[in-house]
C-alpha cells in the first residue's frame, strides 16, 4: 500500500473547447481563468499547498478521474485536497422518461443528447469520499452544479431551515458518518433551487463571472477574517461583493474546519509574514494560550491565534483533551457550544479519539464535570461518552464508569483495578 503522505493537493480542470458540431460552445475565459487561478495557487499560495495540478479539455473520465486519485492518495494522512472544475455542466437523464437525473460534467469530446458523453459528477464525488483521513473540497464552476449534494452523508447545507439537504426524502442516520467523512466542502456556482448560472460566461477582463469572483476576493483578501481565507471565508466574500451580485453561489459543508485556500491580503499583518511559519513558536504560544483563545482559533479562526494553521490548533486540543482534568476538559467543551458550529454532532468526530481513550473512571469525571455546568450540550456530549464507553467496554469499564461518575474516593482512580 501507498504510504500516506498528508500532502496538499489543488486540481484546476477546466474544459473550453469542443469539437465541431458538438452542440457545445467553447470559451476561451475558460482556460484563461483556470491558468490564473493556478498561478496564484503557485505563487501566493504556498506555503498552503504542496503541488497544484492543471488538467486541460480532458477528453475521457481518466483524465479527471486519475488526477483526482493521485490528488486523494497524497493527501491521505491529515493532507487537503482542492478539485475546482470550470466548464459545462448539463443535468442527463437515464433510462425513460424521468427515471433518475444527474449532473453531468462536461469533456472535450462531449456532444449533446448523448449523456454517455459526459463524466456523471457522482463518479467525481465518489472518488473524493475513497479516503477520509484528509479535508477535502470540491469547487464547481459550471450550471446545474446546485444538484451535486455533499461529499458525505448529511450534508449540512447553509441557508436551509433545519441545516440538511436531503434529495431523497429520507433523512440518513448522523453517526454513521460522522467519524468516517471530516471536514468536506462542496462550493457550487449556483446555489440550491438554482440551475443556470445567471449571468454570461465572459467578464469584460476575459475570465468566467463565477471563479473570477473568486479571484477578485483572493487578490484583495477580506478585511476582518483570519490570516488565511478558508472555502467558508469565500463563499461569504463572493456573496458579499458589489462586483458580485449577479453570482449566486452555494455552500455545502461538513466538519467544523472548512478547507484553507489562499493567505488574506487584508490581514493586518500579511505584509510582514514573508517566509513559512516559525512552528515551534506557534507551538509555544499554542502551550500558553488560554482556552477562550484556543477555542476561538478552533472554531472560528479568530483571536491571537489565528494565523495558525487549523490542523496545529486542532493536534493541540486534542493533546489537551487526552491527559487534562476533568474540570479543564468540560471547560472546553463548554466553551464551544457558545458558537453555532459548536454542535455536539461534529464535537465528537474532534474529540472522539483523546476523550474514549482515556480511562473509564476519568471519562466518568468528565462526565460529572460537563454536568456540573448545567448545560444542555455539555449534558447531551457527557452522554455520548458514557454510551461509547459502554458500547465499546465490558461490564468492569461500565462499572468505573460509573464510579467515575460518582466521584467515589473510595473507587480505584485511572490504571486502578478491581471492581469499585
Known amino acids: 500500500m501507498t504510504e500516506a503522505r498528508g500532502e496538499r493537493q489543488a486540481i484546476i480542470i477546466s474544459v473550453g473547447r469542443y469539437a465541431a458540431g458538438s452542440g457545445l460552445t467553447g470559451y476561451d475565459s475558460v482556460d484563461a481563468t483556470a491558468r490564473r487561478l493556478t498561478e496564484l495557487l503557485e505563487q501566493d499560495g504556498r506555503p498552503l499547498w504542496d503541488r497544484v495540478v492543471r488538467v486541460v479539455d480532458p477528453e475521457s473520465p481518466h483524465g479527471i478521474i486519475d488526477a483526482i486519485a493521485r ?40 456532444r449533446t443528447r448523448a449523456p454517455w458523453s459526459f463524466l456523471a459528477l457522482d463518479v467525481v464525488q465518489e472518488e473524493m469520499r475513497v479516503h477520509h483521513d484528509c479535508a477535502r473540497a470540491l469547487v464547481l464552476d459550471c450550471c446545474n452544479s446546485a444538484g451535486a449534494g455533499a461529499l ?22 448522523a453517526d454513521a458518518w460522522s467519524a468516517r467523512d ?11 433551487g438554482s440551475r443556470s448560472q445567471l449571468t454570461g460566461a465572459i467578464r469584460p477582463d476575459g475570465l468566467t463571472e463565477f471563479s473570477g469572483l473568486m479571484i477578485d476576493v483572493l487578490e484583495s483578501g477580506i478585511p476582518g477574517a483570519g490570516a488565511v481565507l478558508n472555502i467558508r471565508d469565500l463563499y461569504q466574500g463572493m456573496k458579499d461583493s458589489p462586483q458580485g451580485k449577479d ?92 458558537y453555532e458550529e459548536g454542535t455536539v454532532e461534529w464535537l465528537r468526530d474532534t474529540l472522539s479519539r483523546p476523550l474514549l481513550g482515556r480511562d473509564a473512571w476519568d471519562n466518568g469525571t468528565v462526565m460529572r464535570a460537563l454536568a456540573a455546568h448545567g448545560c444542555p450540550d455539555c449534558l447531551l456530549f457527557g452522554r455520548w461518552i458514557g454510551d461509547s464507553v459502554v458500547k465499546h467496554g465490558g461490564p468492569q469499564d461500565a462499572l468505573r464508569l460509573m464510579a467515575g461518575r460518582r466521584h467515589d474516593p473510595l473507587s480505584p482512580g485511572p490504571g486502578g483495578g478491581g471492581t469499585p
Not at 449540512?156 to 440518513?172: S, V, Y
Request: aromatic share 4%.
Open 71 to 110: 490528488g486523494m492518495q497524497a493527501a491521505r494522512g491529515g493532507g487537503r485536497l482542492l478539485v475546482h472544475y470550470i466548464g459545462h455542466g448539463e443535468v442527463l437523464t437515464v433510462g425513460s422518461g424521468e427515471t433518475y437525473k444527474y449532473t453531468g460534467l462536461a469533456l472535450s469530446t462531449s
Open 152 to 173: 458525505g452523508v448529511p450534508a449540512l447545507e447553509f441557508g436551509e431551515p433545519d441545516g440538511r439537504r436531503d434529495p431523497f426524502g429520507a433523512r440518513p442516520a
Open 182 to 192: 471530516p471536514n468536506t466542502c462542496v462550493l457550487t456556482a449556483v446555489s440550491h
Open 247 to 338: 453570482v449566486r453561489p452555494g455552500l455545502i459543508q461538513r466538519g467544523p474546519y472548512p478547507l484553507d485556500v489562499f493567505p488574506n491580503r487584508a490581514a493586518p499583518d500579511h505584509a510582514a509574514r514573508g517566509g513559512p511559519p516559525d512552528t515551534r513558536e506557534q507551538d509555544r504560544r499554542l502551550a500558553a494560550a488560554d482556552p477562550r483563545e484556543l477555542v476561538a482559533a478552533w472554531m472560528r479562526r479568530q483571536g491571537p491565534l489565528a494565523d495558525i494553521d487549523t490542523d496545529r490548533v486542532v493536534a493541540c486540543v486534542q493533546r489537551r483533551m487526552a491527559g487534562a482534568p476533568a474540570a479543564h476538559v468540560a471547560h472546553i467543551v463548554h466553551l464551544t457550544h457558545g
